[in-house]
């Protein structure tokens, strides 16, 4: 007998009335997937995501099977009748089908972090490059457990799962994981890409700024020399005793003499500013691709 269960607190009153004495609240706190056989019982635990329950817990005893979760295991009394009739055929599929779901389950969370980095390979933000790669370990570390659970699963023999009585598509099921298991893999050296990128983006990003930096403070510079050099003639034309005994009487002198002065100095630092090479380019505006 088969009952599914996505309210816990009606799953664990279950769990007491068929005499198993376990801490439900321990396991679900577990962030791997997670299997141990007793004498009355066995227990299964996968971690979900983007799950309302989040959870999937399977109880399987001599009286019956309890199953915690909000994923729909199909119809699978149509597909698998003729198993279903035999001894443990029923705790057999059951296994089989969770297997299968939390697979597509983590194989839809694949699909999202790959969308995430497609987008990071236009756009390398740091600490979004950080998060999927958190994300991506952890998905791998729960694609590694699954992996061992399989194995461990068929080569412990465990009556309450018979491989021999879906022995092709248990072997297609070994297959996927291992597969989705690569990819993760090959995609973490991918998030070590995007790191390198995103610090190359933001040494360019650094050095354009230093170099726009570097334009205004010789601009600024220049200025100052233009400025100064006519101030300082205007001062020593100032000084009293050169006023009153010459400069008094020589007032075009003065004149043409500071304009003299503030263009030479214009020249020359028009002359140094080439000579320097300077430009200040805009940056280009990015254009984000999303990929969907």
Excluded at 25 to 53: G, R, T
Excluded at 129 to 138: A, F, N, P, T
Excluded at 169 to 192: F, K, M, P, Q
Excluded at 280 to 291: A, G, L, M, Q, V
Aim: proline share 2%.
């Amino acid at each position: 007998m088969i009952n599914i269960f996505s309210n816990i607190d009606e799953f664990k009153q279950n769990v007491i009335r068929i005499g198993i004495e376990r801490d439900i609240d321990s396991v679900l706190k577990l962030e791997l997937p997670f299997f141990e056989k007793h004498e009355k019982f066995i227990l299964i635990f996968f971690p979900l995501y983007d799950s309302i329950n989040s959870k999937l817990m399977i109880i399987i005893s001599k009286k019956e099977t309890l199953i915690f979760s909000s994923l729909k295991l199909g119809d699978y009394e149509r597909k698998y009748k003729s198993i279903l009739k035999k001894k443990y055929g029923e705790s057999t599929i059951i296994i089989f089908l969770a297997l299968k779901a939390v697979l597509k389950n983590y194989s839809e969370q694949f699909q999202i972090v790959r969308e995430e980095m497609n987008e990071l390979d236009i756009n390398p933000v740091i600490d979004r490059v950080e998060d999927s790669g958190r994300v991506l370990r952890k998905l791998t570390d729960r694609l590694e457990s699954l992996v061992e659970m399989i194995i461990m699963i068929k080569e412990r023999e465990i009556n309450e799962f018979n491989t021999k009585m879906i022995s092709f598509d248990y072997d297609i099921l070994n297959t996927e994981v291992r597969y989705l298991l690569e990819r993760c893999r090959s995609h973490i050296y991918r998030i070590a890409s995007l790191r390198t990128k995103s610090e190359m983006r933001s040494n360019k990003q650094l050095n354009d700024t230093m170099s726009r930096l570097t334009v205004i403070m010789t601009f600024l510079t220049i200025v100052g020399i233009v400025v100064n050099v006519p101030s300082s003639v205007g001062g020593i034309f100032g000084i009293p005793a050169f006023s009153d005994s010459y400069f008094k009487n020589n007032i075009p002198l003065m004149v043409w003499s500071l304009i003299l002065s503030t263009g030479l100095s214009a020249v020359l630092g028009y002359a140094y500013w080439k000579s320097l090479g300077l430009r200040y380019n805009r940056p280009k505006t990015e254009i984000r691709k999303f990929y969907k």
